[in-house]
């Protein structure tokens, strides 16, 4: 092989250590660089807000998102039993001073006294609440019950049976309740569908009646559905303010979640993946600790960036793309970490420093080079 054929070799290897030395991500300068981004999918590109974290902060750092406590969003439920609905079973039991005229009773006695001591109960087989959300009452038809408490459905049977028993009175007792009932699952230590009862059971009752979380109680959130919506707290919360301790209600969904946020990390970190956190939140400088930190040698310290949507005030609004850049030269900036919030859905990413690629290139070269100067010894020799 001749000195030219191998100044042509040496150079086409250039050339291929050239191509190979691509960064695997978009660089500092090309994330500064900005741009726009569509909010959701068929929308009009809303652009990227850029915000620079240092000493010489601007803008004030965002706050944590806290979670409003359940006495605050959750409606206030009454206990089991201060209404009832359908499929509930209610026991009827009538009182009829003697004479007895409907329901049978005692002998006759004009002697008040006699009169409540002789009369007898007539106790009417069990009423299941119908679809139609009434109970019927012999001598009293059909009464509406759905939605109503047992006093006001006692009061209306002694108003229908007025003119015809004597001195009517009536009691009316739950006995089966079939639909008031609550779920429990998730991260407990068994999941269950229970009933509820008059006394009006609480959130901590049914964590405790399946035996409690599995999970550490700092690390477990309690997710609580009613009527459609839910609503997550900190089970720690929840212990130790009692006014979320709150009055479960009929079809109550409670879910015991273990980390139930994450955020992504992607670059030059110690470790790339999906990391877990608790409700209760973490800081940025807390998820760079649990993802190993920066790699030395090939993280551009700065070149950290935090992608995230933000929501606006609007309901229904587009999001707003927001990127922040830490400049982690600046010692400053490790205070303002540990002061900034993260959150669920956060994409953490570090761009590798100009001197590590310098450094990849070199080497790609040199491996490329090397052979080519060793054939070129050779020939000279």
Same mark, same amino acid.
């Given at each position: =092989?001749?000195?030219?054929?191998?100044?042509?070799? =040496?150079?086409? $290897?250039?050339?291929?250590?050239?191509?190979?030395?691509?960064?695997?991500?978009?660089?500092?300068?090309?994330?500064?660089?900005?741009?726009?981004?569509?909010?959701?999918?068929?929308?009009?590109?809303?652009?990227?807000?850029?915000?620079?974290? #240092?000493?010489?902060?601007?803008?004030?750092?965002?706050?944590?998102?806290?979670?409003?406590?359940?006495?605050?969003?959750?409606?206030?439920?009454?206990?089991?039993?201060?209404?009832?609905?359908?499929?509930?079973?209610?026991?009827?039991?009538?009182?009829?001073?003697?004479?007895?005229?409907?329901?049978?009773?005692?002998? @006759?006695?004009?002697?008040?006294?006699?009169?409540?001591?002789? +009369?007898?109960?007539?106790?009417?087989?069990? =009423?299941?609440?119908?679809?139609?959300?009434?109970?019927?009452?012999?001598?009293?038809?059909?009464?509406?019950?759905?939605?109503?408490?047992?006093?006001?459905?006692?009061?209306?049977?002694?108003?229908?049976?007025?003119?015809? +028993?004597? $001195?009517?009175?009536?009691?009316?007792?739950?006995?089966?309740?079939?639909?008031?009932?609550?779920?429990?699952?998730?991260?407990?230590?068994?999941?269950?569908?229970?009933?509820?009862?008059?006394?009006? *059971?609480?959130?901590?009752?049914?964590?405790?009646?399946?035996?409690?979380?599995?999970?550490?109680?700092?690390?477990?959130?309690?997710?609580?559905?009613?009527?459609?919506?839910?609503?997550?707290?900190?089970?720690?919360?929840?212990?130790?303010? *009692?006014?979320?301790?709150?009055?479960?209600?009929?079809?109550?969904?409670?879910? +015991?979640?273990?980390?139930?946020?994450?955020?992504?990390?992607?670059?030059?970190?110690?470790?790339?993946?999906?990391?877990?956190?608790?409700?209760?939140?973490?800081?940025?400088?807390? @998820?760079?600790?649990?993802?190993? #930190?920066?790699?030395?040698?090939?993280?551009?310290?700065?070149?950290?960036?935090?992608?995230?949507?933000?929501?606006?005030?609007?309901? #229904? @609004?587009?999001?707003?793309?927001?990127?922040?850049?830490?400049?982690?030269?600046?010692?400053?900036?490790?205070?303002?970490?540990?002061?900034?919030?993260?959150?669920?859905?956060?994409?953490?990413?570090?761009?590798?420093?100009?001197?590590?690629?310098?450094?990849?290139?070199?080497?790609?070269?040199?491996? +490329?080079?090397?052979?080519?100067?060793?054939?070129?010894?050779?020939?000279?020799?």
């Amino acid at each position: =092989m001749t000195l030219p054929h191998i100044r042509h070799l =040496m150079i086409l $290897m250039s050339f291929v250590a050239l191509s190979a030395c691509q960064a695997f991500g978009p660089g500092r300068e090309n994330i500064l660089a900005g741009g726009s981004v569509p909010a959701r999918s068929g929308e009009a590109p809303v652009p990227i807000k850029i915000i620079q974290v #240092g000493s010489d902060q601007a803008q004030p750092l965002p706050t944590a998102i806290a979670l409003r406590p359940f006495y605050d969003v959750i409606p206030e439920a009454l206990p089991v039993g201060t209404t009832v609905d359908v499929g509930d079973a209610l026991e009827v039991t009538i009182w009829e001073a003697p004479p007895a005229t409907l329901f049978g009773g005692a002998a @006759a006695d004009t002697r008040i006294a006699t009169a409540i001591s002789t +009369a007898r109960p007539t106790i009417l087989p069990e =009423m299941r609440i119908g679809p139609d959300g009434t109970i019927s009452v012999p001598f009293a038809g059909a009464i509406a019950a759905r939605g109503r408490t047992l006093q006001s459905i006692e009061r209306e049977i002694v108003a229908r049976l007025k003119g015809r +028993a004597n $001195m009517p009175q009536a009691l009316v007792r739950l006995v089966g309740n079939e639909t008031a009932t609550v779920t429990v699952v998730g991260e407990f230590a068994q999941s269950a569908r229970f009933p509820l009862s008059p006394r009006g *059971e609480r959130l901590l009752d049914a964590i405790a009646k399946v035996g409690g979380v599995k999970p550490p109680i700092n690390l477990t959130t309690i997710q609580v559905t009613r009527d459609g919506a839910s609503f997550r707290l900190p089970l720690s919360q929840i212990i130790e303010q *009692e006014r979320n301790n709150i009055i479960l209600a009929r079809n109550d969904v409670i879910t +015991a979640l273990y980390q139930p946020y994450s955020f992504t990390v992607l670059g030059a970190a110690g470790r790339n993946d999906e990391f877990k956190f608790e409700a209760f939140g973490i800081s940025l400088s807390q @998820a760079l600790g649990r993802v190993g #930190g920066l790699q030395d040698g090939r993280a551009n310290p700065r070149g950290v960036f935090l992608f995230r949507w933000m929501d606006r005030s609007d309901p #229904g @609004a587009l999001r707003d793309p927001v990127i922040y850049n830490f400049d982690f030269k600046d010692p400053a900036v490790y205070f303002m970490a540990q002061q900034f919030p993260m959150q669920d859905g956060d994409f953490i990413y570090v761009t590798n420093s100009p001197v590590a690629e310098l450094q990849r290139f070199v080497g790609i070269v040199s491996q +490329a080079i090397l052979p080519a100067a060793t054939v070129t010894t050779i020939v000279q020799q």
